[in-house]
């Protein structure tokens, strides 16, 4: 019944170099990113055992995990692609992504602005969690958040466009303790391209969330 699989990476474990180490990106997609697939599967299949049996009293449970590793599964899955080796900078009219650049200056009043905040919300997630730009399809406006572990502190319907993975798994072997470190580095190897796809996508769905009766 297995539904979800490992995407392959989009560049080789030495593309993101020197932010982030081979050793990293290798633990990190063929280890963690893997489990996460593993267990979503396995979670459906014990739900479908769980119906089967009608043993009710095991849902709770299962509905969580199945919400932990699918959440873990597609947040690692845009992370792979949100990063490049030649990446970096920010969105410009120049490159295609002046659309992007209009939104998140408007969001956020400058891409500094927007940077600051990123930065800081992936930099203080307590525990393992994420910093996300996410485009949020009620006022069709980006907006950041923190994600707690793989799913708490989010808007129902944002779809997440950029996500910076503040797990320890994803930085500690290269920056050890410095957390802050890690995410300033990721600026330097973001997709902006990939980031920019992202948001047009995210907005043509934009009034499927809310149909008027």
Known sequence: MAVYTLPELPYDYAALEPVISPEIIELHHD???ATYVKGAN??????????DKESWGAVNGLEKNLAFHLSGHILHSIYWHNMTGDGGGEPLEADGTGELADAIAEAFGSFAGFKAHLTKAAATTQGSGWGVL??????ERLIVEQIYDHQGNVGQGSVPILVFDAWEHAFYLQYKNQKVDFIEAMWRVVNWQDVAKR????KARANTLLLAP
């Open 31 to 33: 280890k963690h990113h």
């Open 42 to 51: 396995d979670t459906l299949e014990q739900l479908a055992e769980a119906r």
């Open 134 to 139: 996410a485009f949020e399809p009620v006022s």
């Open 199 to 202: 948001y047009t996508a995210a």
